[in-house]
């Protein structure tokens, strides 16, 4: 497993700001964007081009295109909130859903909606998911990707405990991951500390009403 943390003042600045509080649904959603444009651009960096050639007003271009088609994969709900900012950057990326829920008594992840195409898949999927807690998502994630045929997964969260990441590097080996902070840790209730809450609930503005 391949981890990059994407060390920055602008990231820093960020977290504390999603980390408090106080800070309002409608902020929340917008400094997610923010971190995830920073995490999307670090995680394309190594996306392979070919030439294309172009009419500019005043003459010929040889520039290059990206030659790998895309996809993203937000699991489901949290991970919506980070699929605007990466379409932003790439428009022509295809959009598949993962939808996972943590059961409350054994904080396992149980899948309850997957439609991925059969034999057509991606050259690189983006998994999307703000919170690395466990790594029971997206260990998950990245098994139904493998096994719809992807060669390379990535994945993309903005904060993470080690405990999560601990488990990709066993069993997820090829995975690239980039996280804008590695927490202390998990509590009792597998809930990232110091972390920022449920993020889906703070995303959707849901918190105390499911």
Known sequence: MNLQIIEHPVVRHHLTQLRDHTTSPEQFRSIV????????????????????????????????ELS????????????????????????????????????????????????????RPVDVAMVLDPMLATGGSAVLAYHTLKRWGVPQVKLLSIISAPEGIDRLQHECPDLDVYVCAVDK????????????GDAGDRIFNTAGNE
């Open 33 to 64: 964007g923010r971190l995830t444009n920073l995490l999307v651009f670090r995680a394309t960096e190594c996306l392979e081009l070919r030439p294309r050639q172009v009419q500019t007003p005043l003459t010929d271009f040889l520039g290059n």
């Open 68 to 119: 790998q088609s895309i996809g993203l994969v937000p699991i489901l709900r949290a991970g919506l909130g980070m699929i605007d900012p990466v379409l932003s950057l790439l428009p022509t990326a295809e959009v598949w859903h993962l939808g996972l829920y943590r059961d409350e008594t054994t904080s396992r992840p149980v899948e309850y909606y997957s439609k991925l195409p059969p034999g």
């Open 185 to 196: 840790g998990l509590n009792e209730r597998n809930f990232i500390v110091p972390g920022l």
